[in-house]
């Protein structure tokens, strides 16, 4: 059946009345046109990409994390030439770390014997003490140099709102001032970590140095200090990371005073019954030591050149886990091998 002429005439001028852009968008998104298979079959392909990229954008970790920084892990891949970190050859065979935690600042002087060559606070004042700042240094150095297969690490941050440097590289500036690290085979096997604010920290840190160091985490690790924080460090520190009790040694050196009734129940008032109840050191005392001790707000790097064991630098048990003392949980690297490939230096 033909429309009527008035009806096509009317629809004729309407359109020709509303020729608006609104009108034509309409009349070209509601036109009837032909989709073939084959377009049909391309749109499906588009939306099944988007859709997988989408899961794998969501079910990977991201390449780059919230502050715009590279994947941790990809800091030490080798397919990423860039950001890769080469590391000489030398040091593919360095298993044992051998860590000084350092006690002050040595302000280069030409002698490192009197108190005023030192920053001190001070309870560290009195006979003998700044002789044992030099004896764990020497020590350390000396147990470096027998064995080839060890890294000296040196480990205290920058303590002092009085100096620019840390506690861990005056103490290297000294072993190398007095000679102890002119062996070449050894200097090159001393290095600092510059961020530990407290004995705890020294430990983990030295540890995470280590891995940034030489690419790896030590098998077995010595301990150079005074002896009477030896139960701080054998029986409390070496717990809280979980390291095996058969490759953690503790060395203990002492100057004359320090060996006496007072110097060992200060240590256990001040240090170890502390860390006794808070293994981690992040509740209340501890922590405030920490901060008093970080005059220039530093902040280590060891979350992005150590990122295996990040988790136990968050650790902080609280009641949920069974108090202070609750020890972390999580996987460590050690947790394998340690016990598998440590060897009898």
Same mark, same amino acid.
């Given at each position: 059946?033909?429309?009527?002429?008035?009806?096509?005439?009317?629809?004729?001028?309407?359109?020709?009345?509303?020729?608006?852009?609104? !009108?034509?968008?309409?009349?070209?998104?509601?036109?009837?046109?032909?989709?073939?298979?084959?377009?049909?079959?391309?749109?499906?392909?588009?939306?099944?990409?988007?859709?997988?990229?989408?899961?794998?954008?969501?079910?990977?970790?991201?390449?780059?994390?919230? /502050?715009? *920084?590279?994947?941790?892990?990809?800091?030490?891949?080798?397919?990423?030439?860039?950001?890769?970190?080469?590391?000489?050859?030398?040091?593919?065979?360095?298993?044992?770390?051998?860590?000084?935690?350092?006690?002050?600042?040595? !302000?280069?002087? !030409?002698?490192?014997?009197?108190? !005023?060559?030192?920053?001190?606070?001070?309870?560290?004042?009195?006979?003998?003490?700044?002789?044992?700042?030099?004896?764990?240094?020497?020590?350390?150095?000396?147990?470096?140099?027998?064995?080839?297969?060890?890294?000296?690490?040196?480990?205290?941050?920058?303590?002092?709102?009085?100096?620019?440097?840390?506690?861990?590289?005056?103490?290297?500036? *000294?072993? +190398?001032?007095?000679?102890? *690290?002119?062996?070449?085979?050894?200097?090159?096997?001393?290095?600092?970590?510059?961020?530990?604010?407290?004995?705890?920290?020294?430990?983990?840190?030295?540890?995470?140095?280590?891995?940034?160091?030489?690419?790896?985490?030590?098998?077995?690790?010595?301990?150079?200090?005074?002896?009477?924080?030896?139960?701080?460090?054998?029986?409390?520190?070496?717990?809280?990371?979980?390291?095996?009790? +058969?490759?953690?040694?503790?060395?203990?050196?002492?100057?004359?005073?320090?060996?006496?009734?007072?110097?060992?129940?200060?240590?256990?008032?001040?240090?170890?019954?502390?860390?006794?109840?808070?293994? /981690?050191?992040?509740?209340?005392?501890?922590?405030?030591?920490?901060?008093?001790?970080?005059?220039?707000?530093?902040?280590?790097?060891?979350?992005?050149?150590?990122? +295996?064991?990040?988790?136990?630098?968050?650790?902080?048990?609280?009641?949920?886990?069974?108090?202070?003392?609750?020890?972390?949980?999580?996987?460590?690297?050690?947790?394998?091998?340690?016990?598998?490939?440590?060897?009898?230096?």
């Amino acid at each position: 059946m033909l429309p009527l002429p008035t009806v096509t005439k009317y629809q004729r001028r309407t359109r020709y009345l509303d020729s608006s852009p609104r !009108k034509n968008v309409l009349d070209t998104l509601t036109r009837r046109s032909r989709l073939t298979n084959l377009g049909v079959c391309l749109l499906a392909g588009l939306c099944a990409i988007s859709l997988l990229y989408n899961l794998r954008y969501w079910a990977l970790p991201p390449k780059y994390n919230n /502050y715009g *920084l590279y994947n941790q892990g990809s800091l030490q891949h080798e397919n990423h030439a860039h950001f890769a970190v080469k590391r000489p050859a030398s040091r593919k065979d360095l298993d044992h770390l051998i860590m000084v935690p350092c006690h002050s600042i040595w !302000k280069g002087t !030409k002698s490192w014997l009197e108190e !005023k060559d030192w920053q001190l606070e001070p309870y560290q004042k009195g006979p003998g003490r700044v002789r044992a700042f030099y004896e764990h240094a020497a020590r350390g150095a000396e147990l470096a140099s027998h064995d080839p297969h060890s890294l000296l690490v040196f480990s205290g941050g920058q303590t002092k709102s009085t100096s620019t440097t840390t506690e861990a590289e005056s103490y290297l500036r *000294l072993a +190398q001032a007095s000679g102890r *690290l002119s062996n070449p085979s050894v200097s090159t096997r001393a290095t600092t970590e510059n961020y530990a604010m407290d004995s705890f920290q020294n430990l983990l840190f030295s540890i995470a140095r280590f891995y940034e160091f030489t690419g790896r985490y030590p098998t077995k690790i010595t301990v150079v200090g005074y002896e009477f924080k030896r139960a701080r460090f054998t029986q409390l520190h070496r717990k809280a990371i979980r390291w095996p009790a +058969q490759s953690f040694h503790y060395v203990g050196v002492d100057p004359e005073h320090d060996s006496g009734s007072n110097a060992v129940e200060g240590e256990r008032q001040n240090g170890y019954l502390p860390y006794a109840k808070d293994i /981690y050191g992040c509740h209340s005392t501890l922590i405030n030591k920490r901060r008093q001790r970080n005059p220039f707000s530093r902040f280590h790097p060891y979350y992005t050149s150590s990122p +295996q064991i990040s988790p136990l630098f968050d650790w902080c048990p609280g009641d949920s886990e069974g108090g202070g003392d609750a020890l972390f949980k999580g996987t460590l690297p050690w947790d394998r091998t340690t016990i598998s490939i440590s060897r009898d230096v």
